[in-house]
């Protein structure tokens, strides 16, 4: 990990790390058909056998319990990660990633589960509503509500409110970045936010790394459109920062940042310009880019090397910014 500006003055490595070329060509010879003439449906069928495919071990933890909580449709399901059974620790808000209409809690319960035990953080996993069942601003609401319930619900949780941090990869990225912005306006203290190659400009779909990276490393350009068409009723929607964080006018003022992005990822050029703008607006921010690597590598743990580093590297960060 670096500081922003040596890491965006550093060249593109230009080659597909050999564990995920191998890994791509897997998936080309199941020959799947392309996400945009599948159901929602189907592809969250797909989208929880690929995470079964390449998830690491499930580390056993001393505590681990489902949780309802309150959210603005309704109850929420969650999950607790607990590294120590007992005792006050640094908690951890974590929304999965998947668009806004798949994922869940147990297609992202072993990185939860690493992220807690090599950080000593306490995790707690959302399971907010998913489109187009639930259209924007569903999930958003729910992530701002998580967080908020979180942190008045600190002491009854076994968390120290003053150590909470949020975090989330992909669409999780997002609202986690989101969950901040709002806790800021709102008075809610947070310490951190740990953003995995985050959406943060759903209003244009393009960039460098849309031409780059939008066919042939697992999500495409097209597959971004396929989500924002069922997160979104109306397109017009996308220049609202609960959709695009990186539109919002003012990003000072948050909580220490490490931005996670993955050089063949069609999501890396816009986390990268978050990472920008939220070190240009004075906030502490580190910018991790991982060479060689596609979006969705931190779920890869059980097929990739560096999936397995990377969770390392978060868990230390978070270490770092919240006194594990």
Known sequence: MSDVTA??????SGQVHPQVAAHLAQMAAMNPPPIEVLTPEQVRVGFGMQMKMTAGPATPLPAVRDLSIPGPGGALKARLYRPAADGVLPGLVFFHGGGWV???????????RDLAAQSGCAVLAVDYRLAPEHRFPAAADDAIAATRWASA????????????????????GNLAAISALAARDSGVPLAGQ???????DMSRLEGESYTACGEGYGLTAGAM?????????DA???QDWRVSP???TDLGRLPPALVVTAEFDVLRSEGEAYAKRLADAGVPTELARYDGMIHGFA?????????????SDMARWLKGVLGA
């Open 7 to 12: 890491t965006l003055a550093r060249p593109l």
């Open 102 to 112: 798949i994922g869940d809690l147990d297609s992202h319960d072993d990185l939860c």
């Open 153 to 172: 619900n600190a002491t009854d949780l076994g968390i120290d409110a003053k150590r909470l941090a949020v975090g989330g990869d992909s669409a999780g």
């Open 194 to 200: 740990l953003l995995i190659y985050p959406v943060t």
């Open 225 to 233: 459109g396929w989500f924002r068409r069922h997160y979104l009723a």
């Open 236 to 238: 017009a929607t996308a």
């Open 246 to 248: 990186l539109l919002t």
């Open 299 to 311: 779920s890869m743990a059980g097929a990739l090397d560096v999936g397995r580093q990377v969770r």
